[in-house]
Nanobody
Framework: QVQLVESGGGLVQAGGSLRLSCAASGDTKCITAMGWYRRAPGKERELVAAITDSGNTYYTDSVKGRFTVSIDNAKNTLYLQMSRLKPDDTALYYC?????????????WGQGTQVTVSS
């Protein structure tokens, strides 16, 4: 099992910044990739950013150049630095971990942290 706990959400004005953290514990050695998803009211959940164990990153188009995903392997913590925030970034942000054990993939989720951007 892998446990994920997010923190760092809050209320910020448009143009401001926030840094989200996701602390992983448990069987973290099985993790092959981690990512941040978000779900805005009335919208589908979307993948915002991800990073693999080899350091490859992914960003959805709407956050490129504004968000940076990183991981501190020593602390087993995933980060999402969000800058130049927009009201459209308002959502519940979830941390995800992809775990590989032999031939089976497992997916773990945190409980989410709310980000609200006021105009």
């Amino acid at each position: 099992q892998v446990q994920l706990v997010e923190s760092g959400g809050g209320l910020v004005q448009a143009g401001g910044s926030l840094r989200l953290s996701c602390a992983a514990s448990g069987d973290t050695k099985c993790i092959t990739a981690m990512g941040w998803y978000r779900r805005a009211p009335g919208k589908e959940r979307e993948l915002v950013a991800a990073i693999t164990d080899s350091g490859n990153t992914y960003y959805t188009d709407s956050v490129k150049g504004r968000f940076t995903v990183s991981i501190d392997n020593a602390k087993n913590t995933l980060y999402l630095q969000m800058s130049r925030l927009k009201p459209d970034d308002t959502a519940l942000y979830y941390c995800n971990a992809d775990c590989q054990r032999t031939a089976t993939a497992y997916y773990y989720w945190g409980q989410g942290t709310q980000v609200t951007v006021s105009s």
